[in-house]
């Protein structure tokens, strides 16, 4: 396909500087402009959310042993500390 623009000198000097600053031809730029978009990537959602929905499958057995004072004892589960005490 071949498509023709009437640019003005500096609509054309514009256009060719912003492919130079990409290091491309004024026609791979073009080219590059008329690329699909990547895929939207998923929305963010709340940190509470994500932990939830990654700790879904795990079993009720293994959820039994995780740690209910994990927040206020942060140090002794990833450092060994001694326990504080609350």
């Known amino acids: 396909m071949t498509l ?13 500087a912003k492919a130079a600053a990409e290091g491309l031809s004024l ?3 073009i080219v590059k402009l008329a690329e699909p978009d990547p895929p939207a990537t ?14 879904k499958d795990v079993p009720p057995e293994i959820m039994a042993t995780m740690p209910t004072d994990g927040a206020s004892q942060h140090d002794h589960y990833i450092y060994g500390w001694q326990k504080r005490e609350v």
Request: aromatic share 6%.
């Open 4 to 16: 023709t623009l009437q640019l003005s000198d500096e609509q054309a000097a514009a256009l060719q």
């Open 42 to 55: 998923p929305p963010r959602q709340h940190i509470a959310r994500f932990i939830a929905e990654s700790m």
């Open 27 to 29: 026609e791979a730029w």
